[in-house]
């Protein structure tokens, strides 16, 4: 069954996720669409209503069809077009538009070059602004040529005057606009992703992360390390000194274990005082090293008093723990339960046979 106008349309807006490059060109499709839809259909109605005798109706007529004919293929072809494409199809449209203005007669020309403010502000809207300005520009030569072939001396500078200054100043501010907007948005998924207490990624932040240095290491072929961190006895504190200084002591964790990560680490806040760390290209040993340097700079920042702290640490590797998210999170997961068991501030390696000095216990 061939699908309907509106089945299409409703396709391309569901394309893509919002913010991918294939969902702005459906966007960008559905709008070209609408826009030579809209002028074809504006140009139909002016032929049929009462008219002055300087109108074409052939000549209209036969734009409305091109018009008619571009709506189509963006409807029909919005998933297929390259993104060059729309910069033809935009000066297209401005040519149409001209041309359906001038065969519409001085008291028809009016109504249909209002169609300049859609092709203005769809420039400026998905376009940069050199591009847009370059698009504006062309707006304006073509209307310039109109406006001399159709109105009387003293009106063409007026109305071309008018009509221009209309077209920047709602270009800019959409621009602007859209920048602000593009900017809330860009504000609103870093915060989605962002623990408020810590700063630090959340977990979605940090599925997110570690998804794509798992695809980048199975790519590679390079190792992965992962370390999970727990804040030893934390209930103690918030119950101690209350739920405010316990917020202090996260912050000042986390402080901690961003100054001893690489700036390609990741690292998380998983919940409560459970924190989780990936480290690219870290074959098990260095992993086992980054987790006890960890483990004895925070033992080091928590050693005057009111407040003694520790954290325990388990550690697991790609890919001799797992290849996905879920198995190295469980292994590194029952290592750090290991080390809660085996009496807390001190490092398991799941499934390792490696033993390093000091607080070093296997699972």
């Known amino acids: 069954m061939t699908p309907s106008i ?3 349309l409703r396709w391309s807006a569901q394309a893509e996720r919002p913010g991918t490059p294939a969902a702005e060109r459906a966007v ?5 669409a609408y826009f030579f839809a809209i002028g074809a259909a504006l140009a139909v109605l002016i032929s049929v209503l009462p008219h002055a005798a300087d ?5 209209l007529l036969s734009v409305a069809a091109l018009l008619w004919a571009g709506a189509a293929v963006f409807i029909l072809g919005f998933d297929r077009l390259p993104a060059w494409s729309y910069h033809p199809f935009l000066v297209l449209s401005v040519a149409l538009t001209a041309a359906a203005a001038y065969f519409a007669g001085k008291s028809g020309m009016a109504p249909m070059a209002t169609m300049y403010f859609w092709a203005a502000l769809t420039a400026f809207s998905f376009f940069e602004w050199r591009y847009a300005v370059l698009h504006t520009l062309n707006i ?3 209307y310039a040529v109109l406006v001399t072939v159709r109105l009387d001396a003293d009106d063409r500078v007026v109305h071309w005057v008018m009509l221009m200054s209309a077209i920047m100043v709602a270009g800019m501010l959409i621009k602007l606009l859209r920048g602000r907007l593009e900017e ?3 504000r609103l998924g870093d915060a989605a992703r962002t623990d408020t207490l810590t700063g630090l990624l959340n977990r979605r932040g940090f599925e997110e992360r570690t998804g794509i240095e798992l ?3 199975a790519r590679s072929g390079n190792p992965l390390g992962f370390v999970m961190v727990d804040l030893d006895h934390f209930k103690a504190v918030n119950d101690r000194f209350g739920h405010p200084e316990g917020d202090r002591v996260l912050k000042r964790l986390s ?3 961003v100054k001893e990560m690489r700036l390609v680490d990741v690292v998380a806040r998983l919940g409560g005082e459970e924190f989780a760390i990936v480290l690219p290209d870290t074959d098990p040993e260095a992993t086992l090293f980054t987790a006890e340097r960890v483990r004895c700079a925070v033992k080091e920042e928590f050693s005057g008093p009111p407040l003694t702290l520790t954290v325990s640490c388990g550690v697991a590797a790609l890919p001799a723990d797992g290849e996905t998210l879920p ?15 085996q009496g807390r501030d001190r490092t398991v390696v799941f499934g390792a046979t490696l033993e390093a000095p000091g607080e070093l216990h296997l699972a």
Do not use: C, H, Q, W
């Not at 109108?55 to 000549?59: D, E, I, S």
């Not at 198995?327 to 068991?341: G, P, Q, T």
């Open 184 to 186: 809330l948005i860009d």
């Open 327 to 341: 198995a190295l999170l469980s292994a590194a997961d029952r290592a750090l339960y290991a080390a809660k068991e």
């Open 6 to 8: 509106s089945e299409r």
């Open 215 to 217: 695809s980048r290491a």
């Open 28 to 32: 960008m499709a559905r709008t070209f």
């Open 55 to 59: 109108l074409n109706v052939p000549g």
């Open 140 to 142: 304006g030569a073509v």
């Open 255 to 257: 402080g901690v274990l």
